[in-house]
């Protein structure tokens, strides 16, 4: 499979290149603009599994000087859309629907974010990946679990 996908070949492409992840994360953080404000680094990819990192920098800081839930929020979704383009079979799309969190602790350091679910998840229906962020000392940040909706893609008609 990992041939297969798009997504996983352009990411071993880009590894073998000078500063291979930081460019394969640039171009994966263009899918949605929003993913750039934090500035990720994908440090693997693989079917089902997912982990990004971004630094802690006043632009991703709220008033007590942590980093803020919304920051936080970008990195996991970043990470699981990742996951789920280089994971999901190519009979199959996918879609966000929901996103439960919970804040366990302060985000006062850089951030790694880990997506992961098993490889028998896709099939129709909601699939929910889970998702966690953790502090520099591995102490986790955020944890929770974004609800994506998997269906048949439309057959095409022969024109």
């Not at 602790?105 to 129709?124: G, H, L, Q």
């Amino acid at each position: 499979m990992a041939m297969s996908n798009y997504l996983l070949h352009l990411y071993q492409k880009t590894l073998k290149l000078p500063f291979g992840r930081q460019l394969f994360s640039m171009m994966f953080a263009r899918k949605a603009p929003y993913f750039r404000t934090i500035r990720p680094t994908i440090r693997e990819l693989r079917p089902n599994y997912c982990e990004l990192t971004f630094k802690k920098r006043k632009s991703v800081e709220n008033h007590i000087g942590t980093v803020h839930a919304i920051a936080l929020c970008n990195g996991l979704e970043m990470a699981m859309g990742a996951l789920a383009e280089a994971s999901i079979p190519k009979h199959l799309r996918w879609i966000p629907k929901g996103m439960n969190v919970q804040y366990t602790a302060k985000a006062n350091s850089d951030i790694r974010i880990i997506a992961e679910t098993s490889p028998e998840a896709w099939v129709c229906g909601d699939l929910p990946v889970a998702v966690t962020g953790f502090r520099s000392d591995g102490t986790p940040v955020i944890t929770g679990e974004i609800i994506i909706y998997i269906s048949e893609k439309p057959v095409k008609a022969d024109r």
